[in-house]
């Protein structure tokens, strides 16, 4: 019996070859974007899930006060606490302040200092060392298989020498373990140096962990705790006020509360918006994938319904029609499992590139997502056309020779919603673009164009014997080591290619402090911070609408004196700058001198924030540097051969400004593409169901047509006729969608402080694309029909 | 073999109502070959389905081989069809994706006859329809009369006590048409009992009996062989 269900339905597959076609290819397209984005989506869902006990797992947080953001606390003793069953501190080490020195190369890593209590804590697992006692050893250095595959290649890795330099600190370490970062690990990092007991970087960005015992209570923790910090009003003042507080490791990628503590921690953030949307896109495809393949069954239901009868003549079963059906299907599904895993394998270099995470699934897994969603399609899809295949009796099937698709409005429905769904994702991918577009093309307030930035100085390595010399010696070798970036700005300002130069931060590049006016019931709040020099002004065109900027020779770096922007006028209600004192929480009272008229620093998702210049000068700081006409890459040459210079072996980088605000939309790029990519591949998708219908309509209809030409329509007449009805459809589904659409994307715009309009020709433009795709794939059956000659269409009978 | 009473069809559709059948009384004894003739239209094929199990009566009862089958469900009435009745229709109706071999095999396959017993089966009958030399070929490359013979093959391969025959040489021309009837004829000769519908007075001659329909009622009988009443 088996034998024959396979043979019939490969005979099946053979004679209706558009419908297999179409059907093989909607499943492989829908279940390979789902798999993709499911294989991704799942990455994100499950981020650190791999840590045992990821929920007992804490992260110590505080605020200095109930309006600044959350940071991390001063001083946390875990053992104190009986519920605490092991605890892990780390330090975190500047992005870029860290050199690890190999064979002559230098990198610049992310990593950070660890307890011997690391591997305790986290689940991180090591493919090569002992997790118990790599740590205890004070020369170790722990590193990922990613960076390990950078430094060493394929060799092994283990025992081999390398030079760490950070700021304070500098030795020599020995390879003793490799650590692995599975791809749903929020928490990334090339290296870890064994916790030592000398000062190795600030305290400030030291980040304790601890796993709680069971039973935990997290609230009441939170209370015992809260206060902890305020404790010690001697050492720290500014602390009095301050809330300390647990966060899960659960919980860290999607928190947007953390965001500033992100920034100076090795974790990534997640966003669950994102996701929403890849939910929603992964649904859309799915639903047009079960509606085409619904659709496509349909219609072989039609194709087919002869020969069912002719079987249930000869004594089949419903249960024989049925096993011959799921043979089918099954066999659909087998083949496409396998198509797609190859697919899947090929594409899967691309898409991790794209979403910026190294997935790697093993092939059973691909495997069984595939056959789940093949599977879900397939049943799903073939619903309705087996309740039709039960509806109509044999013998009407076997008298008559024509198929009975007229009775069969389901198929409508289908093509309606899948068109529908289409334009859904047509239209929004269009706004999505336009949105980036507008992002892109908005003129920030401040001058980007042509600005390079550049990293030429990296302060040496902190001398321990420092601590034994004189004041005599120390002003001596402040003096000597003054000398270098003094040099580099003689030489900057001896390259007739550069037109303009100023050092500092990029507008980009703010830090989060904390602020409020002196006078007045204000409280501390953290606002965002930009370390500027007089230059800034005239390179980035800062428009200053009262006071003045820094300037040289009047102002001194580090003075009291702040340059503000007009949100941060607004937002504390300043009417005389003159006579206004802001506090900051660290460095004391400060003089505003300025007001800026405000640009966007950061993404254009929110309007201009507060933002506080102050003057600092910092020999590590970048240089930006605006080139004079066609001098750019002459420029960009003798800056290189200074760098060289100063700092023999190490990678030139830089970058243009205009870039880094390129990249600042990176996430909303990604997001375009997706709904680009993915629009086109259910337009495609719901072309083939229509195609196919298009196809079996008009054979159905290939004798009324043959009349009506005998009776004088032209082909013209004909062609409106067929298409007339195909049209129907996707105006409906245009109608439908349209509402919808607009709805949901006024929904998603409300993210943006600057939106695009919803225009009524992006609507306009997807239905008339999508009109004329649609009248493309059907014109190709029904000019065939219609061209034919009737005297044949007629003789057929 | 075959006995109805009172047999009555009524088709529906939303506003017309069509009486196919009115209150018929048709008995066929074991052996017999019987015609059904009438006016398109008169309710032959309507009865022939029944009689074949493929349709159920509205009205009256229809007892096969003894057993009352009229109100059974489908699949009931496709257990009683199994291996005992044979379908030939106009349109020969075999499966076009099915080589001439496959398509005699089916019944066969539904009656769970092991491969090797349904190999020399389908040869044996396809040699006696003259089609040994075709078993590898689709219909499609056959002309009409030889995939009429198919559809016999098939109708007759599980050895069924019944053939019904709806205008078996409809679709064809005279030569293969006589060929078609010569060879019911020795089906019957055999034992095999027929219920042909037809239009044509010459197939019918090869009947023992001609059943008249008008307007779903017989309106005559003539029998041809006493002997056999």
């Not at chain 1, 558009?18 to 279940?31: P, Y």
């Amino acid at each position: 019996m088996l034998k024959h269900y396979t043979k019939f339905a490969f005979r099946n597959f053979r004679s209706n070859k558009v419908i297999f076609a179409g059907s093989l290819t909607t499943l492989c397209l829908g279940a390979l974007c789902i798999s993709l984005l499911f294989s991704y989506v799942h990455n994100e869902l499950t981020m650190d899930d791999f840590h045992k006990g990821e929920k007992d797992i804490y992260m110590m947080t505080m605020k200095r006060s109930p309006k600044a953001e959350w940071g991390l606390p001063y001083k946390f003793t875990p053992e104190d606490f009986p519920e605490i069953e092991g605890s892990v501190n780390l330090i975190f080490f500047k992005k870029d302040g860290t050199k690890i020195k190999f064979n002559q190369d230098i990198y610049t890593p992310i990593g950070m200092v660890a307890d011997s209590t690391f591997f305790d804590v986290f689940g991180f697992e090591l493919s090569q060392g002992n997790p118990k006692s790599v740590l205890y050893d004070s020369d170790a250095i722990i590193l990922s298989e990613t960076f390990s595959k950078k430094l060493f290649g394929n060799k092994n890795p283990i025992g081999q020498h390398l030079d760490f330099e950070v700021r304070m600190y500098q030795g020599v370490h020995t390879v003793r373990g490799i650590v692995k970062i599975p791809s749903n690990s929020s928490f990334k990092f090339d290296y870890i140096i064994p916790y030592v007991k000398h000062p190795l970087g600030y305290g400030r960005r030291q980040v304790s962990f601890f796993k709680a015992t069971k039973g935990f209570d997290k609230n009441k923790f939170e209370e015992k705790i809260k206060y902890s910090n305020n404790n010690v009003p001697n050492v720290y003042p500014q602390l009095t006020e301050s809330i300390t507080s647990l966060v899960s490791l659960d919980d860290i990628y999607f928190s947007s509360e953390l965001n500033s503590l992100k920034t100076y921690t090795q974790f990534s953030s997640g966003n669950k918006k994102n996701i929403d949307i890849l939910l929603v896109i992964m649904l859309v495809i799915l639903l047009v994938s079960i509606l085409n393949y619904s659709n496509l069954q349909i219609i072989n239901t039609n194709a087919v319904l002869k020969n069912i009868a002719i079987s249930k003549v000869n004594g089949a079963l419903r249960h024989h029609i049925i096993g011959q059906k799921i043979i089918e299907t099954i066999i659909i599904i087998i083949l496409s499992t396998l198509l797609i895993t190859l697919g899947y394998n090929f594409l899967l270099p691309w898409f991790n590139d794209f979403v910026r995470v190294f997935l790697a699934p093993p092939i059973w897994k691909i495997f069984l997502i595939n056959a789940i969603i093949l599977s879900s399609i397939t049943i799903i899809g073939l619903i309705y056309p087996m309740l039709i295949i039960n509806r109509f009796s044999t013998i009407n099937n076997l008298k008559k020779t024509n198929s009975i698709s007229q009775k069969l409005k389901g198929k409508q429905v289908t093509v309606v919603l899948q068109y529908a769904m289409a334009f859904l994702l047509l239209i929004s991918s269009i706004i999505v673009n336009n949105q980036l577009k507008l992002m892109l093309d908005k003129d920030l307030g401040f001058n980007d164009d042509g600005i390079l930035k550049v990293k030429l100085y990296y302060e040496p390595p902190f001398n321990t014997e420092s601590r034994n010399w004189t004041r005599e010696r120390r002003l001596e070798e402040r003096e000597k080591a003054m000398q270098i970036p003094k040099y580099i700005n003689n030489q900057l300002a001896s390259f007739s290619s550069i037109k303009q130069l100023s050092q500092g931060r990029s507008p980009l590049d703010v830090f989060p402090i904390d602020w409020k006016p002196k006078a007045g019931d204000f409280e501390f709040e953290t606002l965002n911070s930009l370390v500027v020099t007089p230059n800034h002004q005239n390179l980035f065109n800062f428009n200053l609408i009262e006071g003045r900027f820094f300037e040289e020779g009047v102002d001194k770096q580090r003075g009291k004196k702040i340059v503000i922007n007009e949100a941060a006028k607004k937002h504390w209600g300043i009417e005389d700058i003159e006579n206004t004192i802001i506090g900051n929480r660290n460095w004391g009272d400060y003089e505003i001198i300025g007001v800026v008229e405000d640009f966007n620093y950061e993404h254009l998702s929110a309007k201009p924030q507060p933002l506080m210049m102050v003057y600092f000068e910092d020999f590590e700081a970048e240089y930006f540097m605006k080139f004079h006409k066609n001098k750019t890459q002459e420029g960009i040459q003798h800056v290189e051969a200074l760098f060289k210079e100063l700092n023999p072996n190490q990678v030139f980088k830089y970058s243009f400004l205009s870039d880094e605000i390129t990249a600042l939309y990176q996430k909303e790029k990604r997001l375009s593409t997706i709904y680009i990519v993915f629009t086109i591949i259910a337009l495609l998708i719901s072309a083939i169901g229509l195609f196919t219908i298009a196809l079996y309509d008009t054979q159905r209809r290939i004798k009324e047509i043959g009349v009506r030409k005998v009776n004088g329509a032209s082909i013209n007449e004909i062609m409106l006729m067929l298409n007339k009805d195909f049209i129907k459809w996707v105006v409906i589904a245009f109608i439908i969608a349209c509402p919808i659409a607009y709805y949901a994307m006024s929904k998603w715009l409300e993210n943006f402080a600057y939106k695009t309009t919803l225009s009524w020709w992006v609507f306009a433009l997807a239905g008339m694309f999508t009109l004329v795709i649609a009248l493309l794939t059907v014109s190709w059956q029904t000019y065939n029909a219609a061209t034919r000659n009737p005297v044949e269409s007629l003789r057929d009978e | 073999m075959i006995k109805t009473e009172r047999l009555t069809k009524i088709f529906r559709t939303e506003d017309i109502e069509t009486k196919a059948l009115n209150s018929v009384n048709l008995h066929v004894k074991e052996g017999e070959f019987v015609a059904i003739m009438g006016p398109s239209g008169c309710g032959k094929s309507t009865l022939l389905n029944i009689i074949g199990m493929l349709d159920n009566p509205t009205e009256g009862a229809y007892a096969f081989n003894g057993k009352e089958v009229g109100s059974l469900k489908e699949s009931k009435r496709t257990q009683e069809r199994k291996g005992n009745v044979g379908f030939v229709f106009q349109s020969f109706n075999l499966i076009d994706e099915l080589t001439v071999y496959e398509n005699v095999e089916l019944p066969l396959i539904y009656l769970k006859i092991k491969a090797s017993e349904r190999k020399r089966m389908i040869k044996e009958v396809l040699e006696r329809m003259k089609m040994g030399h075709r078993i590898k070929h689709f219909p499609q490359q056959l002309s009409g009369g030889q995939q009429q013979r198919v559809a016999i093959a098939r109708a007759v391969v599980a050895n069924p006590k019944l053939i019904l025959a709806d205008e078996p040489t409809g679709n064809l021309d005279s030569k293969n048409g006589r060929e078609v009837m010569n060879l019911l004829t020795k089906l019957n000769q055999e034992g095999a009992t027929i219920v042909m519908v037809t239009h044509s007075d010459r197939d019918a001659n090869y009947s023992h009996r001609i059943i008249n329909l008008f307007d779903g009622k017989i309106v005559t009988e003539t029998r041809k062989d006493p002997a056999l009443v």
